[in-house]
């Protein structure tokens, strides 16, 4: 009985050796995978995609009226001449919705990003922008 468990113990204890040395080597392709496609996170994907629709009321490409949203803030004089005001709120889903998140990401911004003369020449410059990577 004692020999039928050591071989049973044995027999498990290789099985479990190949099931460690199986998930390193998906680990590692993964990684490999990963490191091949150089995806950004989900989160500055998103970012990305505030600052571009940020860029299409900016400038006019879009049929959202940036006056009724947008107040050009005058105070700052540091970055670009394009920054605006964040508007303020007491609500959590005020505060994290599209203008206050994008407004944010906006105003950080270089002053050669924003003022690119087309939409795709803004979409090359935003890409490893810090500001569009950083939480909100």
């Not at 989160?43 to 009321?57: F, S």
């Amino acid at each position: 009985m004692v020999r039928s468990l050591l071989k049973r113990g044995n027999i498990t204890l290789q099985c479990i050796t190949v099931h460690l040395s199986k998930l390193k080597s998906r680990r590692k392709s993964y990684r490999q995978a990963k490191a091949r496609f150089q995806r950004n996170t989900l989160e500055v994907r998103r970012n990305q995609a505030r600052a571009v629709m940020m860029y299409r009321i900016v400038y006019g490409l879009i049929a959202i009226p940036a006056s009724l949203y947008l107040t050009p803030n005058t105070q700052n004089t540091r970055g670009h001449g394009c920054k605006f005001r964040v508007p303020a709120g007491c609500v959590d889903a005020f505060n994290y919705s599209f203008f206050p998140t994008t407004i944010w990401i906006w105003n950080q911004l270089p002053a050669a990003v924003v003022m690119s003369p087309s939409i795709e020449a803004f979409k090359s410059r935003l890409t490893g922008i810090p500001a569009t990577q950083t939480p909100i």
